[in-house]
């Protein structure tokens, strides 16, 4: 389930080879994209995804070209976005060129499944969003949403998907956004490795516990919730093909 991080493991990894039968989204950066994709041909339940994330932006800013260059090699997007977290206003500004930038080049591109990043940044994130791809047959998923009610109203309104892990479960907005989203546009993510905790070490019991937090707030048993989120799953994927 969207997203993973299945491209950091090596080749022939253990954890590789455990996730050969999931349905999982790995996000990589331009240069990756072709070693990933080797790396992950014989894994036909994982789709390696195109990504740039913000928290690299300012590192691989030079990676733009060949991210344009690549867009239309895949129906995978991911992770892209905005990060507020530094204050440098030199790594900001970096954050949203490239950011614009990847945008630019998925607009005009075929359909596709978008994962993006917004941590302390959903306003300056939706915006971007809605001016470049509103109209657009691209699907847009926010992972680990943590902005404002106003703001995911917004992002709902849009269209926009939602894809929860169990880490999120934990927090005080966990309820109030479950609630709010429509249970159509819920999905689920691990963002393995860096959910692993004492109560879930790999991806498997992330996404029992995932299952188990949101059916206590949709009031559906787990077996149900399963089937929602994987019709949810099936609908996004067909919807760009
Ligand atoms: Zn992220």
């Given at each position: 389930m969207p997203p993973g991080l299945v491209s950091q493991y090596p080749r022939g990894s253990r954890e590789g080879r455990r996730n050969r039968h999931k349905d999982d989204f790995g996000?990589?950066?331009?240069?990756?994209?072709?070693?990933?994709?080797?790396l992950f041909s014989g894994c036909q339940n994982i789709r390696p995804a195109l990504g740039l994330h913000p928290e690299l932006a300012s590192q691989r800013?030079?990676?733009?070209?060949?991210?344009?260059?690549?867009?239309?090699?895949?129906?995978?997007?991911?992770?892209?976005?905005?990060?507020?977290?530094?204050?440098?206003?030199?790594?900001?500004?970096?954050?949203?060129?490239?950011?614009?930038?990847?945008l630019k080049s998925?607009?005009?591109?075929?359909?596709?499944?978008?994962?993006?990043?917004?941590?302390?940044?959903?306003?300056?994130?939706?915006?971007?969003?809605?001016?470049?791809?509103?109209?657009?047959?691209?699907?847009?998923?926010?992972?680990?949403?943590?902005?404002?009610?106003?703001e995911l109203m917004r992002a709902i309104n849009l269209g926009f998907h939602f894809s929860i892990n169990h880490a999120m479960?934990?927090?005080?907005?966990?309820?109030?956004?479950i609630e709010a989203v429509p249970v159509s546009s819920l999905l689920t993510e691990t963002d393995a490795p860096f959910t692993f905790d004492a109560f879930a070490?790999?991806?498997?019991?992330?996404?029992?516990?995932?299952?188990?937090?949101?059916?206590?707030?949709?009031?559906?048993?787990?077996?149900?919730?399963?089937?929602?989120?994987?019709?949810n799953f099936s609908r996004i994927v067909k919807s760009i093909s």
């Open positions: 996000y990589q950066h331009p240069v990756l994209w072709k070693p990933n994709q080797k800013a030079h990676e733009t070209s060949l991210f344009d260059s690549l867009c239309n090699e895949t129906k995978y997007i991911g992770e892209i976005g905005l990060d507020g977290v530094s204050r440098d206003p030199q790594v900001r500004l970096k954050q949203r060129q490239v950011f614009n930038s990847v998925i607009k005009n591109s075929s359909p596709k499944i978008i994962t993006i990043h917004s941590r302390r940044a959903a306003t300056e994130t939706i915006d971007a969003l809605e001016n470049h791809l509103h109209g657009t047959p691209h699907r847009v998923i926010l992972h680990w949403y943590s902005g404002t009610k106003a479960a934990r927090g005080k907005a966990f309820e109030a956004l070490t790999n991806r498997r019991q992330s996404l029992i516990l995932t299952i188990d937090a949101l059916s206590k707030v949709l009031g559906k048993d787990h077996e149900e919730c399963k089937r929602t989120i994987w019709g």
